[in-house]
């Protein structure tokens, strides 16, 4: 990582940790981004929506895109990447959750919230489906900072390929649709 990079995210966690955390918000963060380990959270949520008609392609597309964000982040960039977590490398810097996987770039959890949270975009029914998406992702990015376990960088990026995840889960599951057998589809 640059050091221009690296200082700005060292200083944006200090910041966030001094600042930010307290006695009100800890509990709700501490669970919410446990709630994203293995991408549980959103996994559930892509099944649930696959038992619901109107929401079957929205749900299948959710679990491809984040089949397609496991691949590319957990088994490729973050091995290839091992950037040390920020208790690793800041002084004296205190994380608020254990985390097993020392590596930090990008940020799986954040890449699974906008995996699933981009491939609901594009193929939920409602308007309010796709707002709660992606705030959930959001807050799951958010979550993560606050609980010291990524840096800014980390979660950025783990948003951003997260979306093309996304729109690529949603995009091969457009592509096969007409193929699944209309009784697994539901009516259209």
């Known amino acids: 990582m640059p050091d221009f990079i690296q200082q700005f995210d060292e200083q944006a966690l200090v910041w966030i940790a001094q600042n930010i955390r307290g006695a009100v918000l800890d509990p709700f963060m501490k669970l919410y981004t446990q709630l994203g380990n ?20 929205a ?21 290839l990447a091992s950037r040390p977590r920020p208790w690793l490398v800041i002084e004296n ?7 097993r996987d020392p590596n930090s770039f990008p940020s799986g959890h954040t890449n699974a919230a906008f995996a699933f949270a981009l491939a609901v975009c ?6 309010w489906m796709k707002v709660t998406a992606v ?10 900072l606050y609980v010291g376990v990524h840096f800014p960088s980390d979660v950025l990026m783990g948003a951003v ?7 690529a889960g949603a ?3 457009r592509k096969v649709w007409g193929r699944i057998p209309v009784r697994l589809r539901g009516q259209e």
Request: include cysteine.
């Open 38 to 57: 293995t991408g549980m959270l959103f996994i559930v949520l892509g099944v649930l929506m696959l038992s619901w008609k109107p929401t079957r392609k």
């Open 93 to 99: 810097f205190v994380n608020l959750v254990p985390e």
């Open 59 to 79: 749900g299948l597309s959710a679990l491809c895109a984040m089949l397609i964000g496991l691949i590319v982040v957990n088994f490729t960039i973050k091995p």
């Open 135 to 144: 705030c959930m992702a959001a807050v799951m990015g958010l979550s993560r």
């Open 171 to 173: 995009w091969v599951i």
């Open 161 to 167: 390929i997260g979306s093309l995840c996304g729109l």
């Open 122 to 127: 594009v193929s939920a029914p409602k308007r």
